[in-house]
Nanobody, 119 residues
Framework: QVQLVESGGGLVQAGGSLRLSCAAP????????MAWYRQAPGKQRELVAD???????NYVDSVKGRFTISRGNAKNTVYLQMNSLKPEDTAVYYC?????????????WGQGTQVTVSS
């Protein structure tokens, strides 16, 4: 079972910043897309941002210009830099990693980290 380790959530005032981190096991192979999702109370989980193995990024409209997704030098880590946070960004944030090899595909989720933005 592949475990993703997330960190960086917390409580911040509106306008503040947080940086989320997610690390996959170092021996994981075939990492393709790494992504961050979020789920607010009473709402469906939504894609916030993703990054391909080639570095192409994609963002939900509500975070464009404020959030930046990136991958670490070791390629098994993904970050989400969140600036100019708003109360509506409050949610549990989940990391997701897709892997593709010649023999199988994998889809792994982190345990979630709470982000709370106060007004």
């Amino acid at each position: 079972q592949v475990q993703l380790v997330e960190s960086g959530g917390g409580l911040v005032q509106a306008g503040g910043s947080l940086r989320l981190s997610c690390a996959a096991p170092r021996n994981i192979v075939g990492i393709n897309v790494m992504a961050w999702y979020r789920q607010a109370p009473g709402k469906q989980r939504e894609l916030v941002a993703d990054i391909s193995s080639g570095g192409r990024t994609n963002y939900v409209d509500s975070v464009k210009g404020r959030f930046t997704i990136s991958r670490g030098n070791a390629k098994n880590t993904v970050y989400l830099q969140m600036n100019s946070l708003k109360p509506e960004d409050t949610a549990v944030y989940y990391c997701r990693v897709n892997t593709v090899t010649m023999i199988k595909k994998g889809d792994y989720w982190g345990q979630g980290t709470q982000v709370t933005v106060s007004s």
